[in-house]
């Protein structure tokens, strides 16, 4: 099989359908993959890629739980990942980002998920899918795509670190909270995870050109390193990939977010 992009296009990935190696995991609501999905695609429940500790969500899920989930799959260390899901990319991006931290490099975005695919006519299905189960052992092998809260707290001032919210206008300004404390991490900047959509275009990314262009204006240059977080870097994964597929090389996601840094009482925050 050739090397596939991290970002994929319907067209290209219709003609890869019957490779060997190739998992296409679908992330949908489970109601939408039983109604229609890619041939070939598994479902994924996003719940399962995801942990907690309460009222921290959107943590880094057990590695034995999530070896589990995709062995059952049919994963193995030779596998590309393609994932989609109904939403632009969210929790597709999110499962791409687990698997990085994890060491597992093999992997594609669907450019603009379901949407794409489905509105440009490519095929679906309603069949069921049935896997080989295999032995996948996860390990977060490549922390370097992870941030905690020590390390934001300890890097607030650093001049080549930016941190992008990815998260509503009212939630950045705190008059909108999903945790005890509203607002924003000092020095945050807010790129919502729908601006870098083309609505006109099947929710897929914007064009290179006009997705750097934004990310400059806001001083999200390539040589910084950007930590993205939204409020359980689920909306955020988005971001990470988007900076991933334009060439940034230093880019964290921050599990847990503003569900994390919101609750606790010794982050400052801006609002």
């Not at 009222?55 to 739980?65: A, H, N, R, V, W």
């Not at 998260?167 to 995870?193: L, M, T």
């Amino acid at each position: 099989m050739s090397v596939l992009p991290l970002i994929i296009e319907p067209d290209e990935l219709e003609q890869h359908l019957n490779d060997d190696h190739l998992l296409i995991i679908d992330l949908c609501k489970h109601s939408q993959y039983l109604q229609a999905h890619i041939p070939g695609a598994v479902f994924l429940d996003y719940g399962h890629i995801t942990g907690m500790n309460k009222p921290t969500m959107g943590l880094l899920p057990d590695e034995s739980q999530l070896s589990h989930i995709l062995s059952t799959l049919g994963m193995t260390a030779e596998t590309h990942v393609i994932a989609y899901d109904e939403e632009g990319g969210g929790k597709a991006a999110r499962l791409i980002w687990t698997l990085h931290a994890a060491g597992h490099s093999k992997t594609s975005l669907l450019n603009g998920g379901l949407i794409s695919w489905a509105n440009e006519e490519h095929p679906l299905s309603n069949e069921p899918v049935h896997t080989t189960a295999s032995h996948y052992e996860v390990n977060y092998s490549n922390m370097n795509v992870v941030a905690d809260t020590d390390y934001i707290l300890k890097n607030l001032q650093h001049k080549d670190i930016a941190l992008l919210d990815a998260r509503s206008q009212p939630e950045y300004d705190g008059s909108k909270r999903f945790a005890e404390r509203g607002g924003h991490i000092p020095g945050a900047v807010r790129f919502e995870w729908t601006d870098g959509m083309d609505r006109q275009r099947n929710y897929r990314l914007l064009p290179d050109d006009a997705l750097k262009s934004k990310l400059n204006t806001l001083g999200f240059t390539d040589n910084k390193e950007i930590i993205v977080y939204c409020q359980t870097h689920h909306r955020s994964a988005l971001s990470y990939l988007m900076l991933k597929h334009l060439g940034y090389d230093k880019v964290r996601g921050y599990p847990g977010s503003w569900s994390e840094w919101g609750n606790r009482m010794d982050t400052p925050i801006e609002a």
